[in-house]
């Protein structure tokens, strides 16, 4: 059973976008649909009042490829339209300034530290996050990153960003002037790219010999075990197995050899290490092993567990719904916490609009006064719950950062407010969660 969107916008306008019908990773034809969202927002396409009317909507599926086993979202928009006008910033989230530091520590400690000129590049650097602390570390650091209004904002202290796409044609641009790098890294921006075997020539063009791909990504288990499909949005064309690396990888030369999961950080990820066949000298490490008998115990290189994915995450919306009409029909104040393309997917695959939130809160100042896609809910900061009346309830988009958030509102808690965590499990919390 292939779980359907709860609302479709009756008249929606459709954007331009690319429709594949082959695979991403391995051009094979055999796709195997898995959830259905209908025709919906780009999920970071925050606009004002005046816009509504033109906003544009895109129809979004995931499918499973029964040759290669890659997740995907086949219908692809174009990156100028997803990222050229980008509302992330990273150095904003204090979890991702510390996880960054900690992420170039890492690649410095195992393959940089020692050598002459050490030199890492990092495709998607957004504002420079984890260039900066590369660059602390004594090392040659540049990126690259399409989102032109975040890398005019970027500091750029000691590193370099280039603002364009990354691929095959500009990667030999970028040899031609810096040469060839000791470590490429990037921190979940292989998701968001659609042509992959471009980034992959250009990988091949810009990485030296004996040099290591270190990426972060969304890891495919942690997506189904936790139920994350607010994940699953246009930006994010693609959901990584480790089946799905190796099957793609070995066509480049490369293979995994060791991987890391990063649990706590947006809502969990894994960091895979990989390098050019018979180029480096350690061995494949357990914890690659022991991913890849756990991907064939669990399925992840089936069809029908990802169908069953689905029919899970109908129940989701199901839950999340009822507990929202239940509070509403009390009498209760409800906004949402966090306008983020988490938040995007859930409100308009359950349907939650103005009718249950006031409004929706966030600390990046680009988005305040914005409102949110499709479900045209406006956006403000914390202070206008500071100003009241209190909400009764905050909706937490923002869940894979509970922790933080539950610190950075501690008061809200203690003064009764509560939160509603949507995923992995409808549940409610408040102020017992600050002595936990």
Not at 1 to 9: G, K, Q, W
Not at 14 to 30: K, V
Not at 79 to 99: A, C, M, P, R
Request: hydrophobic content about 40%; aromatic content about 12%.
């Amino acid at each position: 059973m292939i779980a359907d969107a709860a609302v479709r916008t009756a008249t929606p306008k459709i954007g331009t976008y690319l429709a594949h019908t082959t695979c991403r990773f391995c051009n094979g034809s055999n796709l195997k649909q898995v959830l259905d969202f209908g025709n919906v927002p780009l999920a970071g396409g925050f606009l004002k009042p005046e816009q509504f009317a033109q906003e544009e909507y895109y129809p979004l599926d995931l499918k499973f490829c029964t040759d290669c086993t890659l997740v995907q979202v086949p219908n692809a928009v174009a990156g100028e339209t997803l990222f050229k006008n980008y509302f992330y910033f990273s150095s904003k989230i204090q979890t991702l300034v510390t996880h960054c530091a900690d992420f170039a520590k890492d690649v410095h400690t195992r393959f940089l530290a020692g050598k002459t000129d050490p030199s890492v590049f990092e495709i998607g650097c957004n504002d420079g996050v984890m260039l900066r602390p590369f660059a602390q570390l004594g090392v040659r650091a540049i990126g690259m990153d399409p989102a032109s209004n975040v890398v005019a904002s970027a500091q750029q202290d000691g590193f370099t960003i280039i603002d364009d796409f990354f691929g095959r044609d500009t990667a030999k641009r970028v040899r031609d002037q810096y040469g060839q790098f000791d470590a490429i890294t990037t921190s979940y921006s292989f998701a968001h790219i659609d042509d992959m075997r471009s980034v992959m020539d250009g990988v091949d063009t810009l990485l030296k010999p004996d040099g290591v791909l270190v990426f972060e990504v969304y890891y495919l288990g942690t997506l189904m075990e936790e139920m994350q499909y607010d994940m699953i949005y246009h930006e994010h064309c693609s959901y990584y197995s480790l089946s799905a690396i190796q099957n793609f990888f070995g066509r480049y030369g490369m293979e995994v050899f060791d991987v890391y999961f990063t649990p706590g950080v947006r809502s969990g990820a894994a960091r895979f290490y990989a390098r050019r066949i018979g180029q480096r000298p350690e061995p494949v490490s357990d914890a690659v092993h022991a991913m890849a008998q756990k991907e064939k115990e669990l399925g992840y290189d089936r069809a029908e567990t990802c169908l069953a994915y689905g029919d899970r995450v109908a129940k989701t919306r199901t839950d999340l719904m009822a507990l929202l009409e239940d509070l509403k029909r009390q009498g209760k104040t409800i906004i949402g916490y966090g306008a983020s393309g988490r938040g995007t997917t859930i409100m308009n695959y359950c349907g939650i609009d103005g009718k249950y939130l006031d409004y929706v809160v966030d600390d990046a100042p680009a988005k305040h006064g914005f409102a949110t896609p499709g479900t045209h809910v406006p956006i403000y900061p914390w202070s206008h719950v500071e100003q009241g009346p209190r909400p009764d309830y905050a909706l937490l988009f923002a869940w894979s950062f509970m922790k933080e958030v539950v610190n950075k509102r501690a008061d809200y808690l203690r003064a009764g407010g509560k939160f509603i965590v949507p995923l992995p499990e409808v549940k409610i919390v408040g102020a017992e969660v600050l002595s936990a």
